[in-house]
């Protein structure tokens, strides 16, 4: 079988909350057929950037999981085949932000987006959960 070289759809997040918790075991399976395929080179998948942080928050808020599980989920949905994650080295630098800094994912995410654009400086009011860390100043306008 050859490779498609087009997108042929992008993923939602309940996909991903379903394959990576197996809480619904037909659903699940549905998932995992469809990743299968995508593997095969029969479908090609994206996941937004944006699915990956609601995932962190559902996994977070709804299942109650701590950031060590979210963390380990969510690098095995940037390592599943068949998956292309949009902006995947900056989401597994943020993991690690997110677990070493002890900060919201979102946050984190944030932090590694100004740093691979090279943007030394974070505007905020929330300082309580931006940190100074690895060379961010964070301001208020």
């Not at 299968?36 to 559902?58: K, T």
């Not at 299942?63 to 949009?86: H, I």
């Not at 994912?105 to 009011?125: G, L, P, Q």
């Amino acid at each position: 079988m050859t490779k498609q070289s087009r997108i042929t759809a992008v993923v939602d997040t309940n996909l991903l909350v379903r394959y990576l918790t197996e809480d619904d075991p037909v659903k699940a399976k549905a998932v995992d057929d469809l990743l299968a395929r995508a593997e095969q080179g029969r479908e090609r998948l994206l996941v937004p950037s944006v699915v990956v942080a609601e995932l962190v928050w559902v996994l977070e808020s709804y299942y109650k999981m701590g950031t060590d599980q979210v963390a380990e989920l969510v690098e095995a949905m940037l390592s599943t085949p068949g998956l292309e994650v949009q902006d995947a080295s900056l989401i597994r630098a943020a993991i690690v932000t997110y677990l070493t800094d002890k900060v919201d994912f979102i946050d984190a995410w944030i932090m590694e987006f100004a740093r691979s654009r090279k943007v030394d400086r974070v505007y905020t009011f929330d300082k309580r959960h931006f940190k100074e860390i690895g060379g961010l100043k964070v301001l208020q306008p």
